[in-house]
């Protein structure tokens, strides 16, 4: 097949560098994950588990949820600031002098996480996909995006990474799922070139692409298949973004790094107890053998 490759460790050992000794957290970048309803406390709070985005080498996170949420995050989240969004009927309310505050100094951005039917998703997406940094667009914010095509049409040339797995990747492309799952790959791709932006198709086999060049990931394994693996591959990818690194590359390096880690904590849990949270536990050894190649 041309221009793909299947995403190894050895391809991204040049991501991980040796650090100059004279810097410090800024140097690495600032993640947002913005999300949250009062359906879904959770998802924003996996994409965070382990500190993710701290865990691949960004310098800070802050994540960004509905006020009334901000009780139940405080005890669960240390290395990460939290930021208070206000809302409406249990759900994100954009304000455009609060948006401000939270992106001022921000590198990348993750949005959708258990957003919900968020009624202002049209306008945060707006907001954040025309600041110019990379955003990652997940779960909810690809359901909004499937009913609202207009939005997809303005993304071209922008650093825009949209993450869905076969049941979204249909509703995106207005297709039956079956369509889907019998050609990934050009279903991925073909997106991708008409919209202008990276496609990471979740599945067995991962499709990363930009229209262009196609990146496999085959590391994984069917104990991924459990609410929340996604949402800490945002994480991942995200702490990726943050640093500087290109949304696709960063995409294909959080594929891997993501199902390197759930097949080490396979291993302690077996194939049916893995938990996202565990899988964050395995992230830096998986960084560890990556670095060693």
């Known amino acids: 097949m041309a221009d793909t490759q299947i995403v190894t460790g050895k391809m991204l050992k040049g991501l991980f560098a040796e650090r100059g000794r004279d810097t410090h957290k800024k140097d690495y970048g600032k993640l947002a994950v913005i999300g949250g309803c009062k359906y879904y406390v959770g998802a924003p709070l996996i994409a965070e588990c382990g500190a993710a985005a701290l865990r ?25 600031t939290v930021f208070p969004l206000k809302s409406a009927d249990g759900f994100i309310s954009f304000d455009a002098s609060e948006f401000d505050i939270l992106t001022k100094d921000i590198t990348a951005a993750c949005f959708g996480m258990g957003l919900g039917k968020c009624p202002d998703a049209g306008i945060i997406t707006e907001y954040l996909t025309v600041s110019g940094i990379p955003v990652l667009l997940d779960a909810d914010a690809l359901n909004f995006l499937a009913d609202n095509k207009q939005y997809l049409r303005a993304f071209k040339n922008r650093k825009i990474l949209v993450t869905p797995h076969a049941g979204e990747m249909a509703r995106l492309c207005g297709v039956e799922i079956s369509g889907v799952l019998k050609n990934p790959v050009d279903t991925a791709k073909d997106f991708a070139k008409e919209y202008g932006i990276i496609v990471l198709l979740k599945g067995a086999d991962t499709v990363v692409t930009d229209g262009e060049k196609i990146f496999l990931n085959t590391a994984g394994d069917p104990c991924m298949a459990k609410g929340g693996s996604g949402d800490l591959l945002a994480g991942i990818i995200g702490g990726l973004l943050a640093q500087g690194r290109e949304p696709l590359i960063s995409a294909a390096a959080g594929a891997f790094i993501a199902g390197s880690a759930a097949l080490k ?24 053998e990556i670095i060693s190649l």
């Open 56 to 80: 691949t080498g960004a310098g800070l996170n802050v994540l960004a949820v509905p006020d009334f949420l901000c009780q139940a995050v405080y005890g669960r989240v240390t290395e990460s």
């Open 265 to 288: 904590a396979k291993e302690s849990f077996t194939q049916y107890g893995v938990l996202p949270t565990d899988t964050a536990r395995f992230v830096p050894e998986v960084l560890k």
